[in-house]
């Protein structure tokens, strides 16, 4: 079975600039995730679709952050502008549904650095 | 709100060592208690999880007992191998809900 598939592996950009990541989670996982993982720390949950509405979003920084999953399938994570605090870990999981019990699986990760 | 404490790293052993790595967590009600292990250049993967009160977790070689008295899930394996070089994360969700909280991470280097 594929897992969780997320590109770009890696990605440097400038302050002010803008990235976007993609994610394409485990077929027929009807919940899909986005984490950020800044180093040292455990990963936080930015946002939280199930199927193509959102869950909960109150950890992600709407005024330069932002995320769709139009088709209830892949998602997108996009940052603009960038700031150096943004350099993190950019983690996709899904799971079959939302709910105690459903086992969160999580991509590799998309390595963001701002400089 | 809903926390997870855990020890700090690193932590660096010889191969056939015991492991032990410390977590205790803060939340109301029953929370599902959980270890994450990151492999390098890996993804998140879960290792074990408990779901209520005196459950164990095992696999691996890995076992958590879920000690809702002393708000703990502490992660043992009695023999350690050089493949077990990894991050280690606690994790938590509530009863009502799947939203995990980690703690912070441990890094576990072992040295054949």
């Known amino acids: 079975e594929a897992g969780v598939a997320q590109s770009p592996r890696y990605k440097i950009i400038e302050k002010r600039q803008s990235v976007a990541f993609w994610c394409n989670p485990i077929s027929g996982h009807a919940t899909l995730y986005w984490y950020q993982q800044i180093l040292g720390q455990g990963p936080k949950l930015l946002i939280q679709f199930q199927n193509n509405g959102v869950v909960d979003d109150s950890q992600l920084p709407k005024d330069r952050f932002s995320a769709e999953r139009l088709k209830g399938v892949d998602s997108t994570l996009k940052i603009q502008p960038a700031k150096l605090e943004d350099s993190a870990v950019y983690l996709c999981a899904s799971s079959l549904d939302w709910g105690s019990g459903n086992t969160i699986y999580f991509g590799e990760g998309s390595w963001l650095t701002v400089v | 709100g809903n926390s997870v404490t855990q020890m700090e790293g690193p932590v660096t052993l010889s191969e056939e060592a015991f492991l032990t790595i410390n977590c205790t967590y803060t939340?109301?009600?029953?929370?599902?208690l959980f270890w994450y292990v990151q492999y390098p250049g890996e993804g998140l993967q879960l290792l074990l999880k408990a779901t209520k009160a005196d459950d164990k977790g095992s696999n691996k070689g890995f076992e958590a007992t879920y000690r809702k008295e002393t708000t703990s899930f502490h992660l043992e394996k009695g023999s350690v191998q050089v493949s077990d070089s990894a991050v280690y994360f606690c994790a938590l969700s509530p009863s009502n809900d799947y939203k995990l909280s980690f703690g912070a991470g441990t890094t576990v280097t072992v040295r054949a």
């Open positions: 939340a109301t009600g029953y929370p599902s």
